[in-house]
Nanobody
């Protein structure tokens, strides 16, 4: 099992940057593909970025391409989400999740096995 724990959320002005971190407990972190999801009030949870077990393949939602970067450090059991040029519409609770399957269908929330508690990101205009 792996238990994701997110950190790094906060309040930032539009155009600013934040870096989210997610540490996964357990010895088999590299066995899991990892994803970052977000959920705004009244909206469905969506995948903003995901990365394969090795880190060699990534997925980005169209709304964040060119602004967000996902990366992972398996030696540190950590996955990161670097968020630049933030917009008010990026405001949401951001969740880190892990799944045993690798890349196929990596953007579907229902395919993830373990979820963190979430961290709030608020972008002011």
């Amino acid at each position: 099992q792996v238990q994701p724990v997110e950190s790094g959320g906060g309040l930032v002005q539009a155009g600013g940057s934040l870096r989210l971190s997610c540490v996964g407990s357990g010895r088999t972190f590299s066995s899991y593909a990892m994803g970052w999801f977000r959920q705004a009030p009244g909206k469905e949870r969506e995948c903003v970025a995901a990365v394969s077990r090795s880190g060699g393949t990534t997925y980005y939602a169209d709304s964040v391409k060119g602004r967000f970067t996902i990366s992972r450090d398996n030696a540190k059991n950590t996955v990161y989400l670097q968020m630049n040029s933030l917009k008010p519409e990026d405001t949401a609770v951001y969740y880190c999740a892990a799944r045993t399957r690798d890349y196929t269908g990596i953007y579907y929330p229902s395919t993830y096995d373990y979820w963190g508690q979430g961290t709030q990101v608020t972008v002011s205009s």
